[in-house]
């Protein structure tokens, strides 16, 4: 491990718009991505192979595919890779709002992570994370932990939970005094810990990964 989460906090740090990566430790990257082409809302999909893509390259195929499909896509794409025992998939294009709760991809004893920050929503939606083992929702919470948005501590499995919170609190969290993005990436250092995670920060902003589209099954 090296890269960390934590430079997920930085402005667009993926793509404009946010980010949206999801983690699996028990699955492969293909695995991955064909469970989480079943966790489309109200849209079952499959992931179909899309080549090797940087995250640009894969915005531009996703642009022609639905210029040419007059809307019949999803208009979603996953760049994947692995890290550790954990594969992961980054998604591009239309990905908010357009998946299903996690719990699902976590079946059959697999841990599963989300982070997930809608960066240009005017609302603004506070960046998020969720963690699920075996089908149940372990721990849960908005990354800003602030109240507006209804944070009253961390939501899931009461032990796991209280880990979590034990960890936030020790790292000084929440704090209404620090700059939003500050507690982002400070509660972002508190899950890497917690989970092990990391992502490779060169290859997911600058390389190529291999990638798929999901389109409707």
């Known amino acids: 491990m090296t890269d ?13 718009g946010g980010y949206h990566v999801v983690l699996a430790r028990g699955l492969t990257p293909e695995e991955l991505a064909d469970r989480l082409a079943e966790n489309v809302d109200d849209m079952p999909c499959m992931a179909v192979a899309a080549g090797e893509h940087t995250g640009d390259s894969l915005e531009e195929l ?5 210029n040419d499909t007059f809307g019949d896509r999803t208009g979603i794409g996953l760049r994947l890779g692995g890290t550790g025992d ?5 998604a591009y294009g ?17 841990h599963a992570c989300l982070l ?11 960046p998020r994370f969720e963690y699920a083992h075996d089908g149940r929702l372990l721990g849960a919470f908005n990354l800003h932990l602030d109240a507006t948005w209804g944070y009253e501590g961390v939501t899931g ?25 500050e507690v982002h ?3 972002l250092g508190v899950i890497e810990r917690f989970l ?3 992502l490779p920060k060169s290859q997911i902003v600058d390389g190529t990964l291999p990638a798929v589209i999901l389109e409707p099954a």
């Open 4 to 16: 960390g989460t934590t430079w997920l906090a930085a402005p667009r740090s993926i793509a404009f």
């Open 62 to 66: 996703l642009d022609e595919v639905l």
């Open 86 to 90: 954990w594969a992961y998939a980054v």
């Open 94 to 110: 239309a990905w908010q709002g357009e998946f299903g709760s996690l719990e699902p991809v976590s079946r059959g004893d697999v």
């Open 116 to 126: 997930e920050y809608e960066e240009e929503n005017g609302k603004p939606v506070p």
């Open 157 to 181: 499995d009461p032990a796991t939970a209280t880990r979590l919170q034990d960890l936030l609190t020790a790292a000084g969290l929440p704090d209404s005094e620090l700059d939003h993005r």
């Open 185 to 187: 990436r400070t509660a």
């Open 196 to 198: 092990s995670l990391s």
